[in-house]
């Protein structure tokens, strides 16, 4: 929602101890989001088939429409009969200040679902992502991983902050794939006591997204791999570039392209989102695609990506 006006105006320094505030909003905005979704989206746009994981509300029947028309398998989803979807409500007023609620909803019972009756079903799971969710059903997914051995991608993003030390252990060590950006890499560091050099050691690939500078791609014992973003046409909606970011880069590892080819597909991605309103607002095209990677990496870039997709 957007409030023509300035939270400050209407904060009084001596009452901010019983605060009791209405805005008058005069736009609001119901969007599609959740990074599982938002991953999942990217991921079906590009043409493959992920398996979405995870626990919704009743109210949740459209939405899946929306994703199972885009690629997504919803197989995974668990229907709560106790709770509403998660959601997040935001008003922003006209200096960029924001005032939000973030209701986690059926978000709560994402531990009781099991990873091991998914990979029976689909025959095996080549990746599972470990996004930011409730903190137990986080821990309980990677712990499940190992028990069946299936490659897991740590992204505790958002959840960082709740995470204590050895629950940030417990999720980054063993991943094929640790995912963050650069506030987060120093958060992980600092809260497991970690170095650099220590994470890289417990993780297959540290892939840290540089917002407008692109990517940084780490393993260890090799020298760092820095891939440049694509150039953007306009700035509409930060909301969703990270997941954007993530689809396309393991769409890219999906396929068997190399990591410089994941990142730059990933800052493609991203910047796409990045062009519109909304985490899955966006249209991609195999001609732009192609065009838009030709300009920011080569001919050859395109070319491979072009190979699977378009």
């Not at 493959?48 to 009743?58: N, S, T």
């Not at 995974?76 to 935001?90: M, N, P």
Request: proline content about 6%; aromatic content about 6%.
């Amino acid at each position: 929602m957007t409030f023509p006006g300035r939270f400050t105006e209407h904060l009084l320094a001596d009452k901010i101890d019983r605060v009791s505030l209405s805005f008058l909003v005069d736009a609001l905005e119901i969007r599609r989001g959740g990074v599982a979704a938002n991953i999942s989206f990217g991921l079906g746009v590009l043409g493959l088939r992920p398996l979405l994981v995870g626990a919704v509300g009743p109210d949740f029947g459209p939405y899946r429409d929306w994703l199972s028309g885009h690629g997504v398998d919803c197989g995974g989803v668990r229907e709560s009969a106790r709770h509403h979807t998660a959601r997040f409500i935001c008003t922003t007023d006209l200096d960029g200040n924001q005032i939000a609620s973030f209701y986690p909803g059926a978000m709560s019972e994402d531990a009781e679902i099991g990873l091991a009756p998914l990979a029976a079903r689909m025959g095996g799971l080549d990746l599972v992502l470990i996004g930011a969710s409730d903190p137990a059903a986080m821990l309980s997914h990677t712990e499940e991983c190992g028990t069946l051995g299936i490659p897991f991608a740590a992204d505790p993003s958002q959840q960082l902050p709740r995470l204590d030390g050895p629950q940030v252990c417990a999720l980054v060590d063993g991943a094929a794939y640790l995912f963050c950006n650069e506030y987060e890499e120093a958060l992980i560091e600092h809260k497991s006591g970690w170095s650099s050099a220590d994470v890289l050691a417990r993780v297959g690939v540290r892939v840290t997204t540089l917002g407008p500078a692109g990517a940084r791609v780490e393993r260890s014992g090799k020298p760092p791999l820095l891939v440049g973003p694509v150039p953007e046409r306009r700035k509409a909606d930060p909301t969703g570039t990270g997941d954007a970011f993530r689809a396309g880069f393991l769409a890219a590892i999906g396929w068997g392209l190399s990591l410089e080819r994941a990142a730059q597909l990933g800052n493609l991605l991203a910047v796409t989102v990045l062009e519109v309103a909304g985490p899955q607002e966006y249209e991609l095209k195999p001609a732009e695609t192609a065009e838009r990677l030709t300009g920011a990496y080569g001919q050859q870039a395109a070319a491979e990506v072009a190979a699977h997709y378009g």
